[in-house]
Structures are given as structure tokens and as C-alpha cells.
């Protein structure tokens, strides 16, 4: 075969490759704002190195949760909520109960940050409040008017910008060495004290496992556009998902190089968390990189409320079109959905101005308690609906994942109780 023929085909393989890009992309913009900027940068500034294993770990085990969706979609060419229906009511409705009250806590908890990052960038004082009102009518307006084409094509933006700030400042930092005296001995992560905070951790990394399905909805309608093979699905998929483990650790190093022994109390929440975070940049980029930084902090935070807002509200009104509901295609009930989310998202934010902090802990631990049900779910649709076998490894990786993260839940709830 003549050597430019042989380049055609690799570029014409490439390029089909790229512009399977999308739900995976989409599931990662989604993933790195709540984890990733406060869960990984906290865990690092509060405990070092001590959790890069759990988080890690955490990682792996909800990962075959993930595939298992995507492998789903893409086999049987329809979202996971069809299955979720076909396996019966307690399958179908728990997840409709679940993703009702996730959507409201983590609009809320996303929608937060967001506007604290954008109070921090600009150069007057406005109230926090107002600026999530102001960014709620913005997202809204985006969706509505564009929907996936905009979503799609965004999310690519701030997660290439986003990834490339964050790998330079950890590069530099570590160049630096650590900023914590030599005899700095921080509190250990390894006691029950620390249980809340570890299960915090651990809800919103990389994402809540509720996504699953609406990245499933995501792919299916990314299928819409572009017909898509397993192989293209899932490298989308693995990209995404491999970004986002990637930056939890580079986050995380952020923490722990910048932070660490630092004799400045860690912020939980608010402003003063922005202007800590921005910090941790502007101290190893330089300061001229405190602009920039800020606006890609805010964009990936602006893109990750974007992702909840949608995929939520995708993900509900779907159920309530197989229930009957709605009429399939109506995207009149899509926007009430998105609308009915986005006012009980705000009325959280206006319930619990005044502690920020407790409300995304309460956002993270939520997610966690719930991520068994999901895992659960996906786990058993598959191996029911299955024509091929499921791969040994792919059953027994979820086997682990499944004992660990049940485990974790029983424990915090027993710690919970005797607290």
C-alpha cells in the first residue's frame, strides 16, 4: 500500500477518533469542578501526601460502574434508564427518588463555588447570592438556546485550558520543592474523626456515580449526530475518565506542594477558599498568572454547573417520558425540568448562605451514601441483560468495588450514629 495512502487512512482514523469526543469530555468537565478544586486541593493542603492512595483507590473501584454504562448504550443502543424500567419499579424509581434529590444538593453545592470563584475574579463587590442568580440565568439561557451542540463544544475549551494551568503549576511547584517546614507534622487522615471528611472526599471523586446513566444519555445523544462503535465509545470514555483521575492527583499535589504545613487556616468554602485556590497558582506560575487563572478556575466551575444542570435534568425528564409522563421528544418538559431544578438548586443556596462549608460536605457525603445503590444498579442490569458474559475481570473488579464502597457506607453510618 503506497505510504500516502497508509497516512489517509491513520488521518481519516484519527480524526474519527476526535470527533467521537464528547460525552466522556462532558462527564470529566463535570467531574473536576467540585472533586477536583475543592475534595483533592483540600486533601492535599490538609493531610500532604497521606490520601493520593485512597483517592486512587477510589477511583479504580467505581471506574468498571462507568464502563459498564457506557458498554450498555452503545450494545443495546438505548440509555440506561430503558433498563433501569425493563429490570421493574424498585430499579426505575429509586433511581428517579435518588436523582431528584442529588440534582437539587449538587446544583446547589456546584452553583456555590462557582459564583464564589467569580466573586474573587471580579474587581467589584458583589454578593455572592446575586451572582448565582446571575450565573443560574446565563446557564439557563446557554441550554436552552444551544443545548448539546454548545455543551459539547464548550466543555472541550475549559477542560484543554484547565488541564494544561493546572499540569504547568504542578510542574513548577514541584520544581520548588514543599513549602512545609522540615519538622511539620501534620493530623493524620487514618481516624474515625476524620470519617466524614474521607467519605466528603470520596462522594464527589471523580463524579457522582448517578452520571453514569446521564452520560449514557449524553452518549446516546452524541449517536444523534454520529454513529459510534463500542471502540470509539468507550476511548472517549476512558479518556475522560483518565483525565479526571489524572488531575485528582495533580490537584492534590497542588495541595500538598503549596499548602501543606502552611500556617494560614485551610478555607472549607466561600470567597476566602477562591482566593486560596487562585493563590496556589499565582504563587507558582507567578503573579502575573492570577487573571488568567482565575478565569479558567471560574470557566471550569461555570462548566461543571453547565454539565449538572443538564445532565439532571436530562436524566429526570427522560424517566418521567417512559413513565408516560411527558410525550417523547417534548422539550417543553425538559425545560420545566430544568427550570424546577435550577429554583430548588437557588432556594439550598439562599437556605445555607450563611455556612457554605456544611452545605457542600452535606452535597459530598450525600453522594457517597447513595453511590452503592447506583453501582449496584449498573452492576445488575448488566449481568442480567448481557448476551455475551461479561468479562471475569470486569465481574470480579466490581465485586471489589461493590464490597468497598457498601463497607465505607455502613461504616460512616455507624460512625455517624454513635458520633
Known sequence: MPFFSIVLIMTSSLRSSLSALGPGILMATAAVGGSHLVASTQAGALFGWQLIGLILLV????????????????????????????????????????????????????????????????????????????????????????????????????????????????????????????????????????????????????????????????????????????????????????????????????????????????????VAFAEQLIGMYSNTIGEWARPLISAIAFLCMFGTTLTVLDGYARGINESFMLLGVHQPGQRRSYYGWLLAQAIAGMAVVLFFRSSLGPMLTFAMTLAFLTTPVFAWLNYRLMRDTQQQPLHPVLVWWSRIGLVYLIGFALLFIAWHGFK
Not at 438556546?145 to 466543555?155: M, P, T
Not at 501534620?186 to 471523586?205: E, T
Not at 500538598?256 to 466561600?270: C, D, F, K, R, T
Open 59 to 270: 477511583n479504580i473501584l467505581k471506574y468498571p460502574f462507568f464502563r459498564l454504562a457506557v458498554q450498555y448504550t452503545v450494545e443495546n443502543g438505548e440509555s440506561l434508564l430503558h433498563g433501569y424500567q425493563r429490570k421493574g419499579r424498585g430499579y426505575f424509581y429509586s433511581f428517579i427518588v435518588l436523582s431528584m434529590v442529588a440534582a437539587i444538593a449538587n446544583t446547589a453545592g456546584v452553583l456555590l463555588i462557582t459564583a464564589s470563584l467569580l466573586s474573587y475574579a471580579l474587581p467589584w463587590s458583589i454578593s455572592v447570592t446575586v451572582l448565582c442568580f446571575a450565573i443560574l440565568a446565563v446557564c439557563l439561557l446557554i441550554l436552552m438556546l444551544g443545548h448539546y451542540q454548545a455543551l459539547d463544544s464548550v466543555a472541550k475549551i475549559i477542560m484543554a485550558l484547565l488541564t494544561i494551568a493546572t499540569i504547568a503549576a504542578a510542574v513548577i511547584a514541584a520544581q520548588q520543592g514543599t513549602q512545609a517546614p522540615v519538622d511539620f507534622q501534620g493530623p493524620s487522615p487514618w481516624q474515625l474523626a476524620m470519617i466524614g471528611f474521607l467519605v466528603a472526599l470520596m462522594g464527589w471523586m471523580p463524579i457522582p456515580i448517578e452520571f453514569s446513566a446521564i452520560n449514557s444519555l449524553w452518549l446516546t445523544a452524541k449517536q444523534r449526530q454520529q454513529n459510534l462503535n463500542q471502540r470509539q465509545a468507550l476511548l472517549d470514555f476512558n479518556i475522560g475518565y483518565g483525565l479526571t483521575a489524572l488531575l485528582a492527583l495533580v490537584f492534590l499535589a497542588l495541595g500538598a506542594l503549596v499548602q501543606y504545613g502552611s500556617e494560614q487556616p485551610i478555607s472549607m468554602a466561600g
